[in-house]
Structure formats: structure tokens, C-alpha cells
């Protein structure tokens, strides 16, 4: 229970629809940049909008430079070396977001 001045966490989600025919809301963790190519990390949520594995899903990001109101374009990572170095981004970039909220600021 919130209380009433307490706002909820904005997060930004977005709709997946699998294979097997099934929409996934996922919550957008952050963007990576690659090798100079975007990858999106998603959170997958529950009915309830939450998530209990813990497990992130990685997609190829894309958008058009051209038409920022396009829909961006997200593809699977098809190869295990691509997927590892994703994984690698990702979880420097937890380091550095874990490690960053423990600094004192520098004065």
C-alpha cells in the first residue's frame, strides 16, 4: 500500500509479442551501445508487473533516423558470441549503476 503522496515509479514498457502468440509486457532496463550497434534490455513482467526470475531478454534495437515517431525495430540475437558481449555490456553496466549509488559525491 503507497501512501498518498508517493508517486509511483514511471517506467517505460513496451509490448512483445512472441512466437507462440503470447504479449509480454517488458519494462525497458536500459539501451546498450555495442560495437557500435543498440541493444535493448528488457525485464519480462507478470500480470501483477512483476518480474520473480530475475532474467533479462536482449534484442538488437534499431531506429529510424529518418522518422522518430516510428515504432523501433527490435531483433533476436541469433549468434552466441553477439549474445555473450551483450551480456558482457550488461553486466558492466550493473557494476557501474550498483557501484556509482554507493560513491560519496566529490566535492
Given at each position: 500500500?503507497?501512501?498518498?503522496?508517493?508517486?509511483p515509479?514511471?517506467?517505460?514498457?513496451?509490448?512483445?509479442?512472441?512466437?507462440?502468440?503470447?504479449d509480454?509486457?517488458c519494462?525497458?532496463i536500459?539501451?546498450?551501445e555495442?560495437?557500435g550497434q543498440d541493444?535493448?534490455?528488457?525485464?519480462?513482467?507478470?500480470?501483477?508487473?512483476?518480474n520473480?526470475?530475475?532474467?533479462v531478454?536482449?534484442?538488437?534495437?534499431?531506429?529510424n533516423?529518418?522518422?522518430?515517431?516510428e515504432?523501433?525495430?527490435?531483433?533476436?540475437?541469433d549468434?552466441?558470441?553477439?549474445y555473450?558481449?551483450?551480456a558482457?555490456a550488461?553486466?558492466?553496466?550493473?557494476?557501474?549503476q550498483?557501484f556509482?549509488?554507493?560513491?560519496?559525491?566529490?566535492?
Amino acid at each position: 500500500m503507497m501512501a498518498k503522496n508517493e508517486e509511483p515509479l514511471e517506467e517505460m514498457t513496451v509490448e512483445l509479442s512472441l512466437d507462440n502468440g503470447q504479449d509480454v509486457t517488458c519494462a525497458v532496463i536500459t539501451i546498450l551501445e555495442v560495437e557500435g550497434q543498440d541493444y535493448i534490455v528488457l525485464l519480462p513482467l507478470d500480470e501483477k508487473g512483476e518480474n520473480q526470475e530475475g532474467e533479462v531478454w536482449f534484442y538488437r534495437y534499431s531506429e529510424n533516423p529518418d522518422d522518430p515517431n516510428e515504432e523501433p525495430e527490435l531483433d533476436y540475437i541469433d549468434s552466441d558470441e553477439e549474445y555473450e558481449k551483450v551480456a558482457d555490456a550488461f553486466d558492466e553496466f550493473l557494476d557501474n549503476q550498483e557501484f556509482d549509488e554507493f560513491l560519496p559525491d566529490e566535492e
